[in-house]
């Protein structure tokens, strides 16, 4: 069984830092895409950003690009999400993705089968 789990959520001030990482076990994920996804009270899960198989190549959404970074350890089984310069609008829940079919990047929610919990951001003004 493929399990997510998220981590390094909090609160912090706007301007501030976050680091979030997610451990993935029952399956490697090298080679597979992985992806961050949010979202925010009353509104629809939305991409964030996304990295390839072999950490080539990334995506991220434009409201957070230049602000954001994913990496990955294909050794270690975890993908970061390093999460500079916040913003209040960045508060949200944030999910970590696995795609079981893709080793490029995706925006789409549907191309990514496995998901963890959530981890809960909030960026005070």
């Known amino acids: 069984q493929v399990q997510l789990v998220e981590s390094g959520g909090g609160l912090v001030q706007a301007g501030g830092s976050l680091r979030l990482s997610c451990a993935v076990s029952?399956?490697?994920?090298?080679?597979?895409?992985m992806g961050w996804f949010r979202q925010a009270p009353g509104k629809e899960r939305e991409f964030v950003a996304a990295?390839?198989?072999?950490?080539?190549?990334?995506d991220f959404a434009d409201s957070v690009k230049g602000r954001l970074t994913i990496s990955r350890d294909n050794a270690k089984n975890t993908v970061v999400l390093q999460m500079n310069s916040l913003k209040p609008e960045d508060t949200a829940r944030y999910y970590c993705?696995?795609?079981?079919?893709?080793?490029?990047?995706?925006?789409?929610?549907?191309?990514?089968?496995?998901w963890g919990q959530g981890t809960q951001v909030t960026v005070s003004s």
């Open positions: 029952g399956r490697a994920i090298a080679g597979y895409g």
């Open positions: 993705a696995a795609s079981s079919t893709k080793s490029g990047t995706s925006r789409s929610a549907g191309d990514f089968r496995h």
């Open positions: 990295i390839s198989g072999g950490g080539q190549f990334t």
